[in-house]
């Protein structure tokens, strides 16, 4: 028999509180991302994007460095309109979408 041995990111992951504070740290770090790759692909700067979406330069520039925390739904979608996208949830088991966008 062959056992393998665990990693050490294995290891911390198998601790609750590690692993719920990995995923945090994780999340914040993909919106941080997704945040700098839309503003590339589109070509805008914190303050177009601010602007655009009625926020703060400094809220955006705080997203992009992870500065800032917990933002709230309609300051993401906000974001996301500016950027010309919208939020999809989709339910893959019933082939169900929806879709959040603000009012116009």
Known sequence: MNKKTPST????????EQKQ??????HELLLSELILALM????????ELAKEAGISPTIIQELRSGKKKNITLNTFLKIMKACGRAIIIENPLEHEKIKFTLAQ
């Open 21 to 26: 504070l990995f995923e945090d740290e994780y």
């Open 9 to 16: 990111f294995d290891r911390f992951l198998a601790d609750p």
């Open 40 to 47: 590339e692909e589109d070509h805008i700067s914190v303050r």
